[in-house]
């Protein structure tokens, strides 16, 4: 048998099935419709007052580390024992304290380690490991 394909003389249908579409947007207006409250809760951040205290600059105490183990406070020659004594008596001073080490470019990495441990215990908190200038 010799099927024959019979052409329709309807025209072309030309509609969209809108269903999914609103069915979608149905949902993703729930979802916003949920969410929204918890995206616009508010949030308590501490300001600012105008009488806030001045800042106050810190102490800045310079380390230096020379290439024979030698180690300076303030340009002054000292032990490591007297350096964590000067750390300490700064330290419980109250004003704020920042250490500037700084090794020279051969000096031992135990000795940095060592003056870190000393600002460690000597309750440092803020403290720079500045670099040597390359020649």
Known sequence: MLYVRKRSTSPAMAEINITPLIDILLTVMIIFLISA?????????????????????????????????????????????????????????????????????????DNLAQVLTIAQNSEVTNLRVMAAPVE
């Open 37 to 109: 409250p918890m995206v616009t809760g508010k949030l308590t951040l501490p300001l600012a007052s105008g009488d806030s205290t001045p800042r106050v600059d810190p102490l800045v105490l310079t380390v230096a580390i020379r290439d024979s183990g030698d180690i300076t406070l303030e340009g002054q020659s000292t032990n490591r024992r007297a350096l964590g004594q000067s750390l300490r008596a700064a330290v419980l001073a109250g004003t704020p304290l920042q250490l500037d080490i700084r090794p020279e470019a051969h000096s031992s990495y």
